[in-house]
């Protein structure tokens, strides 16, 4: 069942253009992370969806009233949709019960010994009873975004849209923000979720928007997303590649150039000595002492191509090297001692051939 329909969302803003084409449709219970680089439409989406920031041009529909249209009462459909924001919001001059208490009294009308009740059954819930009394200031920072999160569930909301709730903290207070979070997954809460948090992300969601290019590049569940992403751009992401391309052209290449190139990447990537010797000799074996010699006596062997990928995640690395002519495995058919080296270096090696040679040797 979809709650929220999102068609052709746009947002312009003087010099930039985050949000250039979103078509999306959220349905009852979903919950979505919303990953991606700096800077690519993440939280201004969730502000265009309670209309804190008006959309350029598109349409949000949620429970099939267009909230887009000017005619629509923007105050009433916020009370079907919290948010918690990454720097709390919370007001310093009331006290921690009275913060959650707000809202329902002066928006719902709710009697005030019923919010009180309603409102410390939600600190108990979030694991803030006995701070009822006290003021944001003598809160840690998981303490207050966990109010922030009680001060969003007590207007009975149908979505909640969290805006990076973890960024503004200390890595010890992150884990009690998001044990709330997860609880609230599991009771079937409508939530989309900017976040940093890609364990989080991957443990308590069943879509994961990776968000690029002025869209949502790829959308998909987390064992899509973060174990078989289909696009460039979302693997090189998840992965946190380092990478760097190399194009040999003609016999006469400057192989200690090359080697240089490899090590200065290596290096600014802090790749494992170890493993970047690995690299480095496997490059020689492979590339100087066989395919090199390939390619000079084949025709279209040139250019010989080299893509050094290295992953921050799981400090792996992987050499893909693509040739032309025709099948050439140097690892079979090659320098046999050379042969020998890379067995003993790499982790696993991959041949294909089809136009082309591609051999792929990783590195752990």
Known sequence: MSMIKIEHLRKEYPNVTPLKDVSVEINKGDVISIIGPSGTGKSTLLRCLNQLEEPTSGTVTIDGEIITDPKCDITLVRRKMGMVFQSFNLFANLNIIENVMSAPVNLLKTPKEQAYKEGMELLKRVGLAE??????????????????????????????????????????????????????????????????????????????????????????????????????????????????????????????????????????????????????????????????????????????????????TDETSVMNITYGGERYDPLSEGDELSSVIIKKLAAETKFEHSDKNKLSVKFV
């Open 131 to 312: 701070k009822a009394k006290n003021y944001p200031d003598e809160l840690s920072g998981g303490q207050k975004q966990r109010v922030a999160i009680a001060r969003a569930i007590a207007m009975h909301p149908e979505i909640i849209l969290f805006d990076e709730p973890t960024s503004a903290l200390d890595p010890t207070m992150v884990g009690e923000v998001l044990s709330v979070i997860r609880s609230l997954a599991k009771e079937g809460m409508t939530m989309m979720i900017v976040t940093h948090e890609m364990k989080f992300a991957r443990d308590v969601s069943n879509r994961v928007f990776f968000m690029d290019e002025g869209g949502i590049y790829e959308d998909g569940t987390p064992e899509q997303i973060f174990g078989n992403p289909t696009k460039e751009r979302t693997r090189v992401f998840i992965k946190r590649l380092k990478q760097i391309f190399l194009e040999i052209t003609s016999p006469d290449f400057d192989f200690i150039g090359f080697n240089a190139q490899i090590e200065k990447f290596g290096r600014d990537n802090m790749i494992a000595p170890k493993m970047l010797r690995n690299i480095e000799l496997a490059f020689e074996e492979l590339v100087v002492q066989n395919i090199a010699g390939f390619a000079e006596h084949n025709n279209e062997g040139f250019p010989i191509q080299i893509e050094i990928e290295h992953s921050e």
